[in-house]
């Protein structure tokens, strides 16, 4: 566990509990291979519109695995650099691999800026997730352990098992764990049994769970992308969820 990241999110989670999610509908493959550049600083440039705007009305950016793909690493270190430490910034890497490949990836995620990452805690702690979190550790970043996750098919299997999975990722020395806002009583459960970790839930606004409801089930951090991202006027989008969450928790 990082002190210094825990110390950070908890201290942002005081001025804001909005955490906007980028993925951009952008696919440069699919374009010819000499527009591919300019197509990627131009929806990079767009992602730094966007930051700049919310500024003081989020806490942080959950950046996922389509945009990285899409923009390259490059171009994030760049976006995260725009931000001037002001925002905590969290790699959506839904990381699954065994320990060897996680900690490869997370010293690129690091690297380039990234405050935290995303693992899986179905992975397993030795050998896997506690190979990044030493890693975390050593850098001042952090980890979160994805537990249950926010559609319908989780409840098939994974989210049957989400008290043994948070137990895996405590075990490990996680910071906090992901949950879904689209089921609540999974993070009021999470919440008793763990009552010091940071819990950020997805699945707000566009997925059908109201604005505020996963921070009255006792998220620290709503995950909230398209409904701010895709509207014509972000910050304002942005200023009204804020508004409608207060008060929650």
Known sequence: MSRSFLERATKAARTSRIIVAFDP??????????????????????????????????AGAKIGVPAIFALGLDEIEELIESAGGGLIFICDSKMADIGHVNRLVA???FDVGFDALIIHAAVGRRGAIDEVVKLADERGKGVLGLCAMSHPGASEHLNRHMDELLGIAASAGVD????PATFPDLITRARRAHPSSLILSPGVGVQGAPFGSAASAGADFEIIGRSITGDPDPARRAREIAEAMRGAG
Request: charged share 30%.
């Open 25 to 58: 509908v952008f696919n440069p493959y699919a374009k010819p291979r000499e527009e591919r550049a300019r197509e990627r600083k131009n929806v990079a440039l767009g992602m730094e519109k966007i930051l700049q705007e919310l500024a003081g009305i989020v």
């Open 107 to 109: 010293e690129q995620v």
């Open 176 to 179: 906090g764990f992901v949950l």
